[in-house]
């Protein structure tokens, strides 16, 4: 069992963490330090996500911030997506078409287009989604980046006019991200489709972020991805798990 480096976790635990919880490293941080059961922490995602963003935002009150970065918390980007880092694309021919993408971020205005952005932990494919969503924003576009998880709680408390919610379905380019992270049901996988076929409707554009290849993704949901598919290298599990022991033993 590879997580058993991480304590003493079953193959049932192993098989909820491929499945649910490829996160990004600081998330997966998080839950093993605190969660003895991968089922338990993926129904607790919502607040491992807004729990960790509100916690950067506290360490960055005892800095300046600058104007840009407050715009960026406005849309809901989490703190450690504010400033561009290192993404590898598993197709070198999209490599360029994604810096064109981000450079002409402007022109993504009206167009009704639809992105899947995936690699293993959604580290590439989430710096490289809120690239252009901040390239965006910087453009005067209006923005907006919001989690699966996250927005299935919003959705469940049945208010309509929740300003999130209509947030997320008018602006002009939405990064959904933690795409496959939720327990798959009918009722998601509805709500999955209605998002990004109102917004598809209305000619916004989305680019949704997971862990889950394409294969993984018609698998779990029934139909392939939407639009236009970039795959990111991420990490090996061996190599990232192993960073995520370094960091609970202090040694990172």
């Known amino acids: 069992n590879p997580l058993h480096k991480l304590g003493e976790f079953s193959w049932a635990d192993y098989k909820v963490f491929k499945a649910h919880l490829r996160l990004p490293r600081p998330y997966l941080r998080i839950i093993f330090k605190n969660y003895s059961s991968m089922h338990e922490a993926v129904c607790a995602l919502p607040r491992i996500i807004e729990g960790y963003s509100n916690h950067l935002w506290e360490k960055r009150k005892m800095d300046a911030v600058e104007f840009r970065e407050k715009v960026y918390q406005s849309c809901h980007i989490p703190p450690q997506y504010h400033k561009t880092a290192l993404y590898i694309t598993e197709n070198t ?28 932990f959604m580290e590439g494919a989430m ?47 939405l990064v959904l991200w933690g795409v496959g992270a939720e327990y798959t049901t009918e009722f998601t996988n509805a709500q999955l489709n209605k998002i990004l076929m109102t917004r598809r409707a209305n000619r916004h554009t989305t680019i949704v972020v997971s862990s889950l290849n394409p294969k993984e993704f018609k698998s779990r949901y029934g139909t392939e991805p939407e639009g236009a598919w970039v795959g990111f290298k991420d990490q090996k599990l061996k190599q990232t798990l192993g960073e995520i022991r370094e960091m609970l033993e202090g040694t990172a």
Not at 107 to 117: D, E, M
Not at 153 to 162: A, G, H, S, V
Request: aromatic share 10%; glycine share 4%; net charge negative.
């Open 127 to 173: 710096h490289a989604a809120c690239d252009i969503l901040r390239s965006a924003i910087d453009k005067k576009l209006r923005g907006f980046c919001a989690s699966y998880p996250n927005t299935l709680e919003l959705i469940k408390q049945w208010d309509p006019d929740n300003p999130a919610i209509q947030r997320m379905m008018t602006v002009d380019v």
């Open 93 to 120: 021919k999209d490599q360029g078409d994604l810096a064109a993408t981000v450079k002409n971020a402007d022109k993504l205005h009206n167009l009704g287009v639809t992105f899947y952005f995936y690699s293993e």
